[in-house]
């Protein structure tokens, strides 16, 4: 029992609560230079330490979210 953040009413017992996502904003991601370490066989069967740069790039993140009653998680669109 809970009550729903968005429409701020008491849901009944033993209903789930949905945490949807309210605002999201853009991140961008640095580009690192030999992020991921990792060991892979040589030619002669050898274990070699390798590493690969990781290419960074530009997402989202959560800025806010709520716990919504399963009424009010159904309105939110999935991609806010
Ligand atoms: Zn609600």
């Known amino acids: 029992m809970f009550v729903c953040q968005l429409c701020g009413t008491t849901v009944p017992p ?3 609560a949905v945490r949807v996502v309210t605002r999201r904003r853009p991140k961008q991601y ?15 069967g050898k274990m070699k330490e390798r590493k690969t740069n990781d290419p960074g790039g530009v997402g989202w993140e959560i800025a806010e979210q709520a716990l919504a009653c399963p009424a009010c998680a159904a309105t939110v669109p999935p991609d806010g």
């Open 30 to 44: 640095p580009f690192r230079p030999n992020a991921n370490v990792f060991w892979r066989p040589d030619d002669d």
């Open 14 to 16: 033993r209903t789930p």
